[in-house]
């Protein structure tokens, strides 16, 4: 089953190809902050995580199951995920950046379109119009 998703329709990939064609500009993971964000948004103060709907436990999302054999194990592993973004989170949010979090099964145009207006929501002073 290897090879189903090619490199270039990697969730991640997408998104920086959109918002890219936006007209932002990035980093990419950030190996300084917590969690290595999948882009860092400077000028906003805004990091957005790419997440796989499975690792991540997308809430309520028909992707995030709990395989059947070895339950146990899984189930351990995947909420030690959750916890350490969770806990990645709040640290970023301590830093001051704002996160924002777009799930693997919500990357199409207009989620894309929401993130993109999301971000340039707050200005480099720090304030955002939406929240
Ligand atoms: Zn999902």
């Known amino acids: ?4 998703r090619g490199k270039n329709t990697k969730p991640e990939l997408l998104v920086r190809k959109a918002l890219h064609a936006k007209g932002f500009r990035y980093k990419l993971h950030a190996n300084d902050l917590p969690g290595k964000p999948d882009l860092v948004f400077p000028k906003y103060r805004t990091v957005v995580f790419v997440h796989g709907c499975f690792w991540h436990r997308h809430e309520h999302c028909k992707f995030a199951t709990t395989p059947k054999t070895n339950s146990n194990f899984w189930i351990e592993k995947l909420s030690a995920n ?6 990645n989170k709040l640290q970023l949010q301590t830093l001051g950046w704002r996160v924002l979090t777009i799930w693997e099964c919500e990357i199409d145009e207009a989620h894309l379109t929401k993130l993109a207006d999301t971000i340039s929501a707050m200005d480099s002073n720090g304030t955002s119009a939406i929240k």
């Open 1 to 4: 089953m290897s090879g189903i």
């Open 82 to 87: 959750s916890r350490r973004d969770q806990r």
